[in-house]
């Protein structure tokens, strides 16, 4: 198996819309019965996301691809907004891997890259309520090989709810970056 990350072109907004749809469908479960978040408009889609014309014009901010043997599995898209209030280096706004991708290592080999393609310091909030993301996130970050200073802080309750991992991710070269089975 081949896993690749790599910058989004404006090509391939279109193809990080329609994952979106997905990630978001997601993200519904997680809402409470009787909730107006996440519902359908008149053609069975989500609401689209309020910030993605700002992935391709913003300068601080990264769209990325996930891709397993070529094919899209995911997306990532980063910024410098900080859950503690003001802004980071890199904050991981949204990550997502298709579920017939999940628990086979696609997701920590995907961090492993988009740590390696944007080292700095690092913030990753994870919503309180995706019981999910706070089981993979630490994992993951831990194996990442160029983490260091990983430390978890509490959501204030006004920026956010829910861990906060902070941590510095160094600078290592990208040399046989996601080949192998099961990575």
Same mark, same amino acid.
């Given at each position: 198996?081949?896993?690749?990350?790599?910058?989004? $072109?404006?090509?391939?907004?279109?193809?990080?819309?329609?994952?979106?749809?997905?990630?978001?469908?997601?993200?519904?479960?997680?809402?409470?019965?009787?909730?107006?978040?996440?519902?359908?408009?008149?053609?069975?889609?989500?609401?689209?996301?309020?910030?993605?014309?700002?992935? &391709?014009?913003?300068?601080?901010? &990264?769209?990325?691809?996930?891709?397993?043997?070529?094919?899209?599995?995911?997306?990532?898209?980063?910024? $410098?907004?900080?859950?503690?209030?003001?802004?980071?280096?890199?904050?991981?706004?949204?990550? &997502?891997?298709?579920?017939?991708?999940?628990?086979?290592?696609?997701?920590?080999?995907?961090?492993?890259?988009?740590?390696?393609?944007?080292?700095?310091?690092?913030?990753?909030?994870?919503?309180?309520?995706?019981?999910?993301?706070?089981?993979?996130?630490?994992?993951?970050?831990?194996?990442?090989?160029?983490?260091?200073?990983?430390?978890?802080?509490?959501?204030?309750?006004?920026?956010?709810?829910?861990?906060?991992?902070?941590?510095?991710?160094?600078?290592?070269?990208?040399?046989?970056?996601?080949?192998?089975?099961?990575?």
């Amino acid at each position: 198996m081949t896993i690749e990350v790599a910058p989004a $072109t404006l090509a391939d907004r279109p193809l990080i819309e329609g994952l979106f749809q997905f990630y978001a469908y997601d993200f519904s479960e997680l809402e409470p019965a009787g909730s107006a978040e996440f519902a359908f408009d008149g053609e069975g889609r989500l609401e689209p996301y309020p910030y993605m014309d700002a992935y &391709w014009t913003d300068p601080d901010r &990264w769209p990325l691809l996930i891709r397993v043997n070529g094919e899209a599995a995911g997306f990532a898209l980063i910024n $410098t907004y900080s859950h503690h209030g003001g802004s980071v280096e890199r904050n991981m706004g949204e990550f &997502w891997v298709a579920r017939k991708h999940r628990r086979g290592g696609v997701g920590a080999e995907a961090l492993r890259q988009i740590l390696a393609l944007h080292p700095g310091r690092w913030e990753v909030a994870i919503a309180e309520r995706n019981t999910a993301a706070r089981a993979f996130w630490p994992r993951a970050i831990a194996a990442a090989p160029n983490v260091r200073e990983l430390r978890e802080t509490a959501g204030d309750g006004e920026h956010w709810i829910g861990p906060i991992w902070t941590f510095e991710a160094l600078s290592l070269p990208l040399a046989g970056r996601g080949q192998g089975v099961g990575v």
